[in-house]
């Protein structure tokens, strides 16, 4: 077991700094699920990922309940998935993961970002290629057996098992897997009765652009006006 590196996160800038901005982007997903699958979290693997990753954000149960409620609703705005794919300046690529309702204000916003912050949107495929879809899990390491449950979990479609740290500095396991598997080692965690603080679908970089301290804000300052953006979910890049 090594340690992994998260490039997602970058201390330099503030990540769902505000409560609100979680919330919000919390309903979305589970809106997105309900849609997909159903209210019953039983019976929608993909609801129970956006319930488990409410409680990690410590957004009370009575407000999830309410978003599947709204969810089933009539006149619930119907969000959609839209991935955009730009360069940041020095070369560097990002990914923005977006879920709105009116794609035409969405785009337009996710180009002004890129283009104020030094950067260019490109077209689909210009970047995804760089980048590995995959189920991302975060656990608390109390209690468990790392070696043990690594052999018990690679049948299930576990790449990558390692330890990283929170935003305060804890030390966490992180688990990959491809994103085809997510499921079964979802389903696998919940067996062995192990709640993750989180479960999320992210695109890890198979090669990365070394920068500078200098340049890396630059690329910040980017990732953070994206970041900001009401439709923007997450933002992923290569930046080493």
Not at 88 to 104: C, K, M, Q, R, S
Not at 164 to 176: A, E, H, K
Not at 192 to 211: D, F, N, Q
Request: a negative charge; one cysteine or more.
């Amino acid at each position: 077991m090594g340690r992994i590196f998260e490039v997602r996160k970058a201390t330099m800038f503030a990540r769902w700094d505000r409560m609100a901005k979680q919330f919000t982007r919390i309903g979305k997903e589970i809106a997105i699920a309900v849609k997909a699958g159903g209210g019953d979290p039983n019976t929608n693997p993909a609801l129970r990922r956006c319930m488990q990753n409410a409680k990690s954000v410590n957004m009370p149960k009575d407000s999830v309940e309410a978003a599947i409620k709204r969810a089933m609703g009539k006149e619930m705005d119907n969000y959609e998935e839209i991935l955009y794919e730009g360069y940041a300046p020095h070369g560097v690529a990002i990914l923005v993961e977006t879920a709105t309702d009116n794609h035409v204000r969405t785009v337009a916003n996710v180009k002004s970002h890129f283009n104020k912050g030094g950067g260019s949107l490109g077209n689909s495929g210009s970047v995804s290629f760089q980048f590995k879809k995959m189920g991302v899990f975060k656990l608390k390491p109390e209690g468990l057996n790392v070696d043990d449950l690594e052999l018990e979990l690679i049948d299930f479609g576990l790449e990558e098992l390692g330890e990283s740290s929170d935003d305060n500095g804890n030390t966490i396991l992180v688990m990959r897997c491809a994103y085809t598997d997510f499921g079964n080692l979802q389903k696998a965690l919940e067996e062995k009765h192990i709640t993750p603080i989180s479960a999320e679908l992210e695109w890890i970089p198979t090669t990365t652009v070394p920068v500078t301290d200098a340049q890396a804000e630059d690329v910040s300052k980017l990732i953070e006006r994206l970041e900001q953006d009401e439709d923007v979910s997450k933002v992923f890049h290569n930046m080493a």
